[in-house]
Every structure is written in C-alpha cells, then in structure tokens.
Nanobody, 115 residues
Framework: QVQLVESGGGLVQRGGSLRLSCTAS????????MGWYRQAPGKQRELIAG???????NYADSVKGRFTISRDNGKNTVDLQMNSLKPEDTAVYYC?????????WGQGTQVTVSS
C-alpha cells in the first residue's frame, strides 16, 4: 500500500502563486508515474500535470506555462508550483501515484482563487 499526503493549498488572489507538495510513504518502490489532478464543484476530476519516474512531464492545456510539476525520487515527493492563478483554478487538488494497474490517491487539498 501507498499513502499520499498533500499540503500547501489555501486561498490566494488572482495572479498569485501557491506550491502544493505531496509525500508518498509505504510501498513506494518501483517505477511509477506521479501526478496532480483537480476536481471543481460539479465537474469531473481531471489530470492537470504528470511526471514519470525519469522526469518526463505532461500538462493539461489549461495550465501549460503557469504550473510546473517536479519530483524528488529520493524523498518520494512531488510538487506542483502554480503561478498566475485564476479563479477557474479553484478546486480540490489530488496527488496521484500510478504503478502498474494500481492507483493511489491523497485526501485532497483545497485551492481557492479569489477574483
């Protein structure tokens, strides 16, 4: 089993920045992909950024150029730097680890961007 714990959410004004962090513990060995998803009220959960064990990244079009995902394999952490935040970025953000057919989720952290 893998446990994921997020931190760093909060309230920020339009144009501001936040940094989310996620720490994995438990059976974290092996190649995996980590990512950040978000879910706004009334919407489906969506992938916004992913990073492979080797460091390759992908982003949703809605956050390209504003968000940066990074990971530290030695510390089992993945971070999401969010800049130029917009009200439409308001959502619960979830950390995810995918390994083989298994998926693990954090409890989520709220990000609210005021206008």
């Amino acid at each position: 089993q893998v446990q994921l714990v997020e931190s760093g959410g909060g309230l920020v004004q339009r144009g501001g920045s936040l940094r989310l962090s996620c720490t994995a513990s438990g059976s974290t060995f092996g190649i995996n992909v980590m990512g950040w998803y978000r879910q706004a009220p009334g919407k489906q959960r969506e992938l916004i950024a992913g990073i492979t064990y080797g460091g390759s990244t992908n982003y949703a079009d809605s956050v390209k150029g504003r968000f940066t995902i990074s990971r530290d394999n030695g510390k089992n952490t993945v971070d999401l730097q969010m800049n130029s935040l917009k009200p439409e970025d308001t959502a619960v953000y979830y950390c995810n680890l995918a390994r083989g057919r298994s998926q693990y989720w954090g409890q989520g952290t709220q990000v609210t961007v005021s206008s």
